[in-house]
């Protein structure tokens, strides 16, 4: 087998374990609330302690990576991933689970920072747009099963054994990518890695989204918000002074395509995250489905997306991704409008067909959005461009959540969840989606104007 092929087995099994463990424990969320009695908006940081924690280290790791060899983080990064993935399973406390999702979360920015460039680097130009589309429905197939098996684990074994199984899966995963992987050579060694400007960009990334999410507590998120966005604006001052900078602000300034894809992957990941937590907040709390069927119901989105990616990642090798990507846009931004109308009585057919229909459009977005940014730069940059890439998905995500986690706090969700809670959660389910509706409209302007690549 080809080393070509060996690493793209790698990257899309990977790609397949963290969805999975993320849509997994979607389901699982009531489940967690009610064994630690804990409320809507405490539960919404198991999901976001990871993602912020994730979206905070990427930049850096990618940098570290270009400097040390991606191979090395990539491998590292499974192994921390695979300690606080059985640390998690064994948490007696909300807090305790909350820290091992930080700790997880800083083992899957090495792992998301290097994964895409190790599979661009062995790529050709010509097959890059495929092969970035198996990766892209590995990850889907791993959001399909998510669910259906989350939900099946979650009602028989319980919610721990969620990550139990994750943990065997990395631990396969792990094995295969310390015996198969080459020690390459760094494309950037020797330069200096930017510790300053990496403490700015994590304590100013980590106090901006901290500050939204809890917005509605006062003055006090005010000030750590503005503490966060001053902290942002200095790391960015810094790094167009830099020789050798954490992040290379040249390829925003002088690169629409990459800049504007960038910004649009962003917005789409805030405008669709969160859907998956609200929907099983819906489905289970709401309408009162156990976590089996409401594991079937969820299944939709996440198979549209599987079954499309693919075929959106060969069109734009074709078709200009820009066109491809809007279109995709334009789909999910239809879904979530149509959402925002499901009620406590919405028959079960329409709840998946618009979570199809969500699903398709992040399908036709994705890989045609992935490729673009890959393309836009040259093989050196592949490290920064990957970490760019998924610094702003992770980034999107904690903005998607952190707006779920506002909208509970203005609807009153600090109690325990239960069935005296289904106005709240209704409420701000309603007002999250049509939040996620304008930013996705939003998304489809810096879509279409981010430049041709063909």
Request: hydrophobic share 55%.
């Amino acid at each position: 087998m080809s080393y070509e092929r060996t690493v793209l087995l790698i990257v899309t099994a990977t790609s397949f374990v963290t969805p999975f463990m993320g849509s997994a424990l979607n389901i699982a969320i009531p489940a967690i609330g009610r064994e630690f009695e804990t409320s809507a908006t405490v539960l919404s940081w198991v999901a976001t302690s990871y993602i912020l924690a994730t979206a905070s280290f990427l930049l850096p790791a990618g940098r570290f990576a270009d400097i040390n060899g991606r191979s090395r983080v990539y491998t590292t990064g499974l192994l921390v991933f695979l300690m606080a993935t059985v640390g998690c399973a064994g948490v007696s406390s909300i807090d305790g689970l909350i820290v091992m999702r930080v700790i997880q979360g800083m083992g899957a920015s090495l792992i998301f920072s290097t994964g895409i460039a190790l599979l661009a680097a062995v790529s050709p130009p010509e097959r890059r747009g495929r092969a970035l589309g198996y990766a892209t429905a590995s990850t889907y197939i791993g959001l399909s099963a998510g669910p259906v098996l989350g939900g099946l684990i979650s009602f028989h074994l319980g919610w721990r054994f969620i990550f139990q199984f994750t943990a065997i899966l990395v631990l396969l995963v792990c094995i295969a990518a310390f015996r198969l992987l080459k020690k390459e050579m760094a494309d950037s060694a020797g330069e200096r890695f930017d510790l300053a400007g990496c403490v700015l960009y994590i304590s100013g990334l980590v106090l901006s989204l901290y500050g939204f999410a809890f917005l509605m507590d006062g003055w006090k998120s005010i000030l750590i918000l503005i503490s966060g966005i001053l902290l942002l604006a200095a790391f960015i001052r810094i790094e167009t002074k830099l020789d050798h900078p954490l992040l290379d602000i040249g390829l925003f300034t002088g690169n629409l395509t990459f800049a504007f894809s960038n910004l649009a992957a962003m917005i789409n990941y805030s405008a669709t995250f969160a859907v998956g937590f609200l929907a099983s907040l819906h489905l289970q709390v709401v309408m009162g489905l156990d976590s089996r069927i409401s594991g079937w119901v969820m299944l939709s989105q996440p198979l549209l997306m599987a079954m499309f990616s693919p075929f959106a990642g060969r069109l734009s090798d074709r078709i200009e991704p820009r066109i491809v990507a809007s279109i995709g846009m334009a789909l999910t931004t239809v879904g979530l409008f149509l959402f925002v109308f499901v009620t406590q009585h919405t028959p079960l057919y329409i709840v998946m067909a618009q979570l199809a229909l969500i699903g398709l459009g992040f399908a036709f977005f994705s890989s045609p959005n992935n490729n673009a940014i890959m393309g836009s730069v040259g093989k050196e940059k592949y490290g920064v461009a990957a970490s760019s890439l998924a610094t702003m998905r992770m980034s999107g995500q904690a903005i998607s959540m952190s707006i779920v986690a506002l909208m509970m706090a203005a609807s009153g969700g600090n109690a325990a969840i239960g069935a005296h809670s289904i106005p709240m959660v209704l409420s701000s389910i309603r007002s999250s989606l049509m939040v996620f509706t304008v930013l996705s409209a939003v998304g489809i302007f810096f879509s279409l104007k981010r430049g041709r690549m063909h």
